[in-house]
């Protein structure tokens, strides 16, 4: 499970370097107007990696069995986060759509204290709740920790496609 928090520290940090770079017009910058800026996507990341630490944290005690269908649903979650397709968040992420921070140290600062909790919780799970369900993604079902770190890094990089998009049309503009 190292591994795949370095992996998504290295994610984290080639975006907050990226975006250091663009300049405070660029970071505001929307392609029209029901879109996100760049400091809307670094808010919801953070946002989702809040709550599911906290849900973690909650249903630790009693961790869940994964259910194989879970597993199936999930690895299919996976692919399709690893795709560069756009996904319409499920209704139940509906508290982890953004709310634009009013600088880029603000929405880094959110992230990293969202980091530090995933990253603090999953380490601190013992093995039988490592094993276990414990968090339940509102498509895939439950996942064990491995796999909610794995949908974590899946939920970064496919934000990192839009990232992609939104860069190039943002320093365009700017």
């Given at each position: 499970m190292q591994k795949l928090i370095a992996t998504m520290d290295g994610r984290k940090a080639a975006m907050l370097q990226d975006a250091a770079a663009w300049g405070p017009e660029a970071l505001l910058f929307r392609p029209a107007p029901t879109t996100w800026c760049a400091l809307d996507v670094i808010d919801h990341l953070s946002k989702v990696e809040s709550e599911i630490a906290l849900s973690v944290q909650a249903n630790a005690a009693t961790p869940r069995a994964v259910p194989p269908r879970d597993k199936v649903?999930?690895?299919?979650?996976?692919?399709?986060?690893?795709?560069?397709?756009?996904?319409?968040?499920?209704?139940?992420?509906?508290?982890?759509?953004?709310?634009?921070?009013?600088?880029?140290?603000?929405?880094?600062?959110?992230?990293?204290?969202?980091?530090?909790?995933?990253?603090?919780?999953?380490?601190?799970?013992?093995?039988?709740?490592?094993?276990?369900?414990?968090?339940?993604?509102?498509?895939?079902?439950?996942?064990?920790?491995?796999?909610?770190?794995?949908?974590?890094?899946?939920?970064?990089?496919?934000?990192?496609?839009?990232?992609?998009?939104?860069?190039?049309?943002?320093?365009?503009q700017a």
């Open positions: 649903m999930a690895i299919v979650v996976y692919s399709a986060m690893y795709a560069p397709t756009r996904i319409k968040a499920p209704a139940g992420a509906a508290t982890t759509l953004p709310r634009t921070p009013a600088s880029l140290e603000e929405a880094s600062g959110t992230w990293s204290a969202a980091r530090q909790l995933v990253t603090e919780t999953i380490t601190a799970l013992e093995e039988k709740q490592v094993r276990g369900g414990v968090f339940q993604h509102p498509v895939s079902g439950w996942m064990s920790a491995a796999g909610t770190l794995r949908f974590l890094d899946a939920h970064l990089a496919h934000h990192a496609f839009q990232w992609k998009r939104l860069r190039a049309l943002a320093l365009k």
